[in-house]
């Protein structure tokens, strides 16, 4: 009786509940992959927690091989968790939820809308069922066109096997692989980097986007979001394409010794796959320190909300830029698209940057002391990494002290938490008492 | 007479001509520092740009040793530059005028205010007269009073001079040693430690903020900013000994080897000389890569406005997170010793942040660009000395490449210009000519 009105008067906020499920999913995924099934030998825990978190938080970074040192079940686990990570944790219990017939309360919706960063909460629920069709349909399809590229290098079983799991974590933005080098067979393969991209992209950009897209016949018609968004990566990704090239294409580890056209399909793949997809085509620790750095900017930015990338968001970026410029104009509001951006979005990005850049920092004191006689840029490219749920390593995640692994583990979580939604979760609200008159203070 | 319309209407806004006139002391500088009576040696022109950029813009960081490589002349020259750099040209251009008995103009006040940051224009030139007067009686003692430790040690001549050019290059945060191991003789000398921590922490507090004390009685009358800088300085460096101290005095080869009395000058020495002036006692690249990664935060948050000082301001670093935490609880405006902080205070300080940040991280890709070979961290503690005008070096300043001399150079000049400075001196203010409706984006 007691434990019954402990749950009907429940004082999670929907972060709260939010950050609970997700640590459920990863414990529940620990056990399993401690199962001796799960492996082809022995696992510790450490490294079990890791990968479960590493898989629903669709990091990608990996302390053993997936596909050698797991079993098709434990594969088979990994693919799960990047499915209830990459849906969010949300969106599957609603999914629950409605399987099992029952109507969706107030409580769980407001929770939802947190999720997908959805306004109103009318048809929130609709979205959901949308949103679980779609991502099947995209995989399915995916998964098919995949399997016509790898049934006939591998046979019918592993073809077919390899194709799901890659399309599963592709639209996730996991960036598990089944091989240890990620796609680096595939470098000039067009087909394998059509697909692959357009699978992490379309995941990343953010599904109320690919739905305002869908809904909507012309482009002036689009949410402010979703002109944004498109016009956005559109332009990101075709700079970070210039600049990779022009980083690498004399390096004779990466692209020196490719023919101009794999050379061209390497430096779109490794322009797009850092916000926050974490497949690779060439060896990222053979890059240039210029790329590197760049790459650094790249998984900071990530991909857009409501989907199953992490990092700052592309929309939190631009804005940011946007209000620096319109305060060195002299002007009042950001505008874009006709748009004037409210200060209650400018000052919600800048909360996001501030939280995000103390928690990378931390991190990266952190591994410092944990990873004393570790490269600084790899230690910098793995926070950077595990906290935009990237899944790209210069080569440290495997050589990570326990300690280092603890802090990576924890970064993960934040990083696909939300760095916001995680400090509003600790915050305590709280209504000024007394009003102020105003001070002045000289900054900089 | 064309020339002289030129001049009277002329077109340069306050920044920008702050920037001209920092950019004409370097200019003067560097002709002078390559006449052969200023060095040992020969120097090339880049090294003299060099040194006169690090001079004037109070940094230290040097590419020629300026002890040994410059004659007594050179290091002269070096002083001046540092006083004009350290004072600020515009005070130094007004003293000039007043010390020539002309009264100033509304456009020098405006000018000066600028420099000064402060926000009433009567009595900027009393203030500046109470500034030149008081820093050449804090020198002038402190002179004294380490000549009295240094005297006995090196004889009447140098160990007088050798006092003069620390008083000075402390005074103004410049961090220029006689000694190529800067203080390192020193770690454990309470005289050496006390008096030069207190130079460079008086004059990287803010002028503003030593006249508010000298002027006023009580603390609670004192100014907001004035106590959000005491305070904030008390508790930052409090913080910063504690964390050097319990990172480093394991390490054999910083504090190890120490008695615990050294042990606590040299963790208080390194915790205070980052935020901005750059001597040392220790050396910087034998610290744990964890100090390093802290003392990177305490050079990026720097001194205090209108001071000798550099980074983007203790005040700037406190607003943003008393900003942040502010809407983490969903009040409107933060509030500090009981005055709220306004938006356009708070819209300064992100913008700081912000372009700083851009700065620093565009100077770090591009010297992993033109420094290939250097160790990532050794990048990283030179981008953020510089720009921080710090100048405490890991050890790559004198391996620099030209074209790395060259970032270092501008780096330094932005950093000591100030990044907002120089923004409004290249963004076009302009009115919005239409009202535009609200839009909404959803970021992170
Ligand atoms: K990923
Ligand atoms: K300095």
Redesign the interface.
């Known amino acids: 009786m007691k434990m019954m009105n402990l749950f009907r008067n429940w004082t999670f906020s929907p972060p709260q509940f939010l950050a609970i499920g997700f640590g459920l999913a990863i414990i529940f995924g620990t056990l399993i992959l401690m199962l001796p099934w799960s492996t082809t030998g022995t696992i510790t825990w450490m490294n079990a927690l890791f990968t479960a978190t590493s898989a629903t938080t669709v990091t990608g970074l990996v302390v053993v091989d997936t596909g050698s040192d797991f079993t098709v079940f434990g594969q088979v686990v990994i693919m799960i968790l990047i499915k209830i990570g990459g849906l969010g944790l949300m969106t599957f219990a609603i999914m629950t939820v409605l399987v099992l017939g029952k109507r969706i309360g107030l409580k769980e919706r407001v929770l939802l809308q947190e999720a997908l ?1 959805q ?1 109103s909460i009318g048809g929130v629920v609709r979205l959901i069922k949308i949103l679980f069709i779609f991502s099947m349909v995209m995989e399915l399809i995916a998964a098919v066109l995949l399997s016509f590229r790898w049934v006939p290098e591998y046979g019918w079983g592993f073809g077919i096997y390899t194709s799901i799991f890659h399309s599963i974590s592709a639209f996730n933005n996991a960036g598990f692989s089944l091989w240890s080098d990620s796609l680096s067979g595939y470098v000039g393969d067009p087909v394998i980097n059509l697909l692959i991209t357009f699978l992490f992209i379309t995941g990343g950009i ?1 599904f ?1 986007v690919l739905y305002d897209v869908m809904t909507t016949k012309k482009f002036r018609f689009l ?3 979703t002109k ?1 968004m498109l016009v956005g990566t559109l332009i990101v990704n075709l700079v970070a394409v210039i600049i990779i090239f022009l ?1 690498e294409f004399t390096n004779p580890l990466t692209l020196g010794g490719l023919s101009l056209g794999d050379q061209i399909w390497a430096s779109y793949f490794q322009a797009v796959t850092p916000r926050t997809a974490g497949f690779n085509t060439i060896e990222i620790g053979d890059m ?3 790329s ?3 790459t650094l ?1 790249l998984m900071f930015i990530g991909a857009g ?2 989907s199953t990338g992490s990092g ?2 592309l ?2 970026f631009l ?3 946007l ?3 319109t ?6 509001e950001p ?9 209650e ?1 400018v ?6 940057v ?2 995000s ?1 103390t928690v990378v ?1 931390i991190s ?2 952190a591994l ?2 944990s990873e ?1 006689a570790a ?3 790899l ?2 490219f793995e926070a950077f990494s595990a906290f935009g749920t990237v899944g790209l390593s210069m080569g440290l995640t495997g050589d990570l002290s326990e300690l280092g692994k603890q802090i990576i583990i924890v970064l993960m979580f934040i990083g696909r938490i ?3 939604t995680l ?2 979760a600790l ?6 008492l ?11």
């Open positions: 960063n306004h953010g109320t949410a402010l979001h944004i980083l240039n320190p210029g590197i750095v760049f900017l909300s409501a700052v968001k929309t939190t804005v940011i830029i209000a620096v410029m305060y060195l104009q002299g002007k009042q505008v874009i698209f006709s748009r004037r951006i409210g200060n979005i000052n919600r990005a800048m909360a996001i501030v939280i850049v920092f990266i004191l410092s002391i004393p490269p600084f840029m230690i910098v939300g760095p916001l400090a509003f915050a305590k609200s709280s209504k000024p007394v009003s102020y008159p105003k001070g002045d203070v000289f900054t900089g």
